[in-house]
């Protein structure tokens, strides 16, 4: 049992919320970067990252700021140390908000190239002609700041919400989340870096993980990012707020491969809901180069929704051993 830290009837965001408080994260400075905003108690403490907009069509990331500006809550709350906001993907976030149409929002995930699968020494290319190589150098700042982090995204497909650990460390901060599924070792087994792992700087180990909410414009995607941010600073104890007792119990999924299509003739042998079964040897995808099978008994995530992929330069989806079960207190 998880006590509820904000009444049942929290109120939440309009899309015209999240627009006025994207406007003001993307016209604040911390450091000289834009698109960053900063919560500082007179007493020092940890700096905890809230980032968000990694995926210019992922708003629901804005829904805690947006919590904490209300009445002036954090300012009024935090305890100690600092909390950052980051805009991430701040060129495709401002695109989102001037599109007109679900079909142009759709196309404001990036710019030039996905943060989510940075390559390791961006900070060293010399200038880069893609947006994002660019923005990654400019929030190198802030990044270097981070002493624990967490990264909100949403889905394009509605789904339970669940947590990315994606650092060693990561549980220490996970207790009393409101989701139950935790996948962790994704960095290790996707292409490039995520975004939010070179907070902290490279060196460091910080506590880094990820939530993906929900679907893009689901409601509860806004209301699960901002429980998930309240109860990081309650773990962090920056704030006060009443916290369950009991410890939490997380269904954990150790990612261990990853499925590529050798070549535009490859489809998935049938349809993969997100965690759903496979078995050692099964057939996941066939195309002109032989059938590709499954290497073990475990679990699919991030399958697309159609049989084919609208390109091979990604993974096609996460492969897992199955869950095991891990308390946290
Ligand atoms: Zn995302």
Request: proline letters at 6%.
């Amino acid at each position: 049992m998880r006590l509820a830290l904000t009444p049942q009837n929290l109120s939440l965001p309009t899309k015209e919320d999240l627009k006025k408080t994207f406007e003001l994260l993307a016209h604040s400075k911390v450091k000289g970067v834009c698109g960053a905003y900063e919560y500082k108690a007179s007493t020092p403490g940890p700096t905890l990252a809230i980032s968000c907009l990694v995926h210019g069509n992922e708003p629901s990331g804005l829904a805690p700021l947006w919590y904490f500006l209300k009445d002036d809550w954090l300012e009024h709350s935090l305890l100690k140390g600092r909390v950052l906001f980051i805009a991430n993907n701040l060129e495709a976030a401002k695109r989102y908000f001037e599109a007109s149409s679900d079909d142009e929002r759709d196309l404001c995930r990036v710019v030039d190239y996905n943060m989510n699968r940075m390559p390791e020494d961006v900070y060293s290319f010399s200038n880069p002609k893609e947006y994002e190589f660019g923005r990654m150098q400019e929030l190198r700042p802030v990044h270097e700041q981070a002493d624990a982090v967490i990264d909100f995204h949403t889905t394009s497909q509605n789904a339970d919400p669940l947590g990315l650990a994606m650092s060693e460390t990561a549980h220490t901060l996970m207790g009393h989340m409101p989701f139950r599924k935790v996948l962790t070792e994704v960095e290790k087994v996707q292409l490039g870096l995520p975004a939010c792992t070179f907070f902290g700087g490279h060196d460091r180990d910080i506590p880094v993980f990820e939530v993906e909410s929900g679907g893009h414009e689901e409601e509860s995607s806004l209301r699960i990012a901002i429980e998930s941010a309240l109860q990081t600073l309650v773990n962090m104890e920056m704030v006060a707020l009443e916290q369950s007792k009991e410890p939490s119990e997380f269904d954990v999924y150790r990612m261990v491969d990853t499925l590529w299509f050798p070549d535009e003739s490859y489809k998935l042998a049938r349809d993969f809901p997100n965690f759903c079964e496979i078995s050692k040897d099964e057939v996941l995808a066939q195309g002109d180069q032989g059938e590709i099978v499954s290497p073990l008994d475990g679990c699919a995530h991030f399958a697309p929704k159609e049989m084919r992929v609208l390109s091979i330069k990604e993974e096609v989806m996460f492969l897992s051993e199955r869950p095991y079960v891990r308390a946290l207190s």
